[in-house]
Each structure stands twice: as C-alpha cells, then as structure tokens.
Nanobody, 116 residues
C-alpha cells in the first residue's frame, strides 16, 4: 500500500501563489499516474491535473493556465503550483497516487484558504 502525504497549504491572499507537495512512500512501487484534486466547501471533489512519471500532464479544462503540476521521480513527490490565487481556489487539495501494481491511495488533504 502506498502512503500519500500532502503539504504546503495555508492562508494566502488573493493574487498570491502557492506550491503544494504530495509525497508518496511505501514498499517498492512505481507510480503509474498521480493527480491533484480540489474539494471546495460544499462541493464535490474535482480533478485539477494529472501527471505520469515521464512528465506527461493533463489538466481539467477549468484549471488550465494558473495551475502547474510537476513530478520529481527521485523523491516520489508530485507538486502543484497555483498562481494568481482566487477565493474560489479555497478548499482541501487531495493527492491521488495510482501505482503500476496495486490500488490507488489518497492522502489526508491540505487546506488552502484564499482570503484577504
């Protein structure tokens, strides 16, 4: 089982930037795909972006432009940079890691609050 831990959230003013981290660990595994999801207050969890170990990315249509997903394979860590933060970016950001073998894993999430 892969363990996933997100970090990097916090309180940010509108227009600011933030980089979230998702660290995957466990017994020997290879990442098939990893993704970031956003759960705004009172709304369902939505996918923001996904990435594979070769760096191929896929963004939800509504997230292109201000969001950048990246991966450091040597650290099994996936990042999500969010620029020009808006109040609607508030919520819990979750990371999902799908290993080549086995079931996917979710982290506990990291809270992002965009407010002045």
């Amino acid at each position: 089982q892969v363990q996933v831990v997100e970090s990097g959230g916090g309180l940010v003013q509108p227009g600011g930037s933030l980089t979230l981290s998702c660290a995957a660990s466990g017994s020997t595994f290879d990442i098939y795909v990893a993704g970031w999801y956003h759960e705004a207050p009172g709304r369902r969890r939505e996918r923001v972006a996904s990435i594979t170990p070769d760096g191929s990315t896929d963004y939800a249509d509504s997230r292109e432009g201000r969001f950048t997903i990246s991966i450091d394979n040597s650290k099994n860590t996936v990042y999500l940079q969010i620029n020009t933060l808006k109040p609607e970016d508030t919520g819990v950001y979750y990371c999902n890691v799908v290993p080549v073998v086995g079931t996917d894993s979710w982290g506990q999430g990291t809270q992002v609050t965009v407010s002045s």
